[in-house]
């Protein structure tokens, strides 16, 4: 294994676990790069790949605390119960 797929292997395995914010950031980063326009076509390719990574990674840590987002509503007996987060504009029962 080269040093270079070592160093990527690592940031796959360190990227992992980032955080959401740190992902978007990295991303955005990545991002201005590209737009800049000077990388060689070889080093906006791996650019790229590493977009594509870093966004599919954000999306699915959305959807991970978009699952696990609940709020504590009172039902019709006036206890507190677990119930999905709704998300602005969708339509739900009343409350």
Known sequence: MTRETQRKTAALVEGAAEPYD????????????????????????????EGIRLAREASRKLDEAERR???????????????PFEAEGEKGPSR
């Open 69 to 83: 987002v609940e709020m504590l509503v009172k039902n019709e007996a006036g206890e507190a119960e677990a119930a």
């Open 22 to 49: 740190a992902l978007v950031a990295r991303l955005e980063k990545v991002v201005g790069e590209l737009e800049a326009g000077t990388l060689s076509l070889e080093q906006s390719i791996e650019k790229f790949a």
